[in-house]
Antibody, heavy 118, light 111 residues
Framework: EVQVLESGGDLVQPGGSLRLSCTGS????????MSWVRQAPGKGLEWVST????????YYADSVKGRFTISRDNSAKTMFLEMNSLRVEDTAIYYC???????????WGQGTLVSVSS | QSALTQPPSASGSPGQSVTITCNGV?????????VSWYQHRPGKAPKILIY???KRPSRVPPRFSGSISGNTASLTVSGLQAEDEAVYYC???????????FGGGTKLTVL
């Protein structure tokens, strides 16, 4: 059974940093792109970042470019999101998602909550 | 990639069919239309319903179907059930510059 599980969400002050992790199981992790998608309170889904399976591409939404860094360790079946210079508007549930064959998000985790507040 | 526009709400009675639209999907990329649909219940993980415009994962009931006309994609839910109450999002990929975007979501109510 394919599963992805996020961790690392926390309460952090504006300007602070946080590192999220996402572990995959039930599939050959290194063969698939992986993504982060977030949902701010009362808002819809917002794509944040995607990393290809073969390390040949990392993509970011304009809202996080230059502040967030996506990476992965295929041997540990884990993806990371390093978040720096956090802003109040980064407050959201952050979901990890496995990429499907048609640029879609075919399996999602339960999410981890990031709260940015003083 | 401009935002995708969905109606904020939709409703139907059990057994009826409902169609949710998604306007503004980009032109094809390399000959493919990368449009997908997701169901999101409160407190749950989002779940894929449709990918590649009209393809359905085997774990998704055939009551869910996707289509496209011009730059408007559609999700049809047939034989509405109470468990279909959720927020539905369309998503689209349009190339390497800010590549993925979601619609604002449509809250489906089963009357």
């Amino acid at each position: 059974e394919v599963q992805v599980l996020e961790s690392g969400g926390d309460l952090v002050q504006p300007g602070g940093s946080l590192r999220l992790s996402c572990t995959g199981s039930g599939f050959t992790f290194g063969n698939y792109g992986m993504s982060w998608v977030r949902q701010a309170p009362g808002k819809g889904l917002e794509w944040v970042s995607t990393i290809s399976g073969g390390f040949d591409g990392a993509y970011y939404a304009d809202s996080v470019k230059g502040r967030f860094t996506i990476s992965r360790d295929n041997s540990a079946k884990t993806m990371f999101l390093e978040m720096n210079s956090l802003r109040v508007e980064d407050t959201a549930i952050y979901y990890c998602a496995k990429m499907g064959s048609q640029k879609d998000f075919d399996y999602w985790g339960q999410g981890t909550l990031v709260s940015v507040s003083s | 990639q401009s935002a995708l526009t969905q109606p904020p709400s939709a409703s139907g009675s059990p057994g009826q069919s409902v169609t949710i639209t998604c306007n503004g999907v980009g032109g094809d990329v390399g000959g493919y239309m990368f449009v997908s649909w997701y169901q999101h219940r409160p407190g749950k993980a989002p779940k894929i319903l449709i990918y590649g415009v009209d393809k359905r994962p085997s774990r998704v009931p055939p009551r869910f179907s996707g289509s496209i006309s011009g730059n408007t994609a559609s999700l049809t839910v047939s034989g509405l059930q109470a468990e279909d109450e959720a927020v539905y999002y369309c998503g689209s990929y349009a190339g390497t510059n800010n590549p993925w975007v979601f619609g604002g979501g449509t809250k489906l109510t089963v009357l």
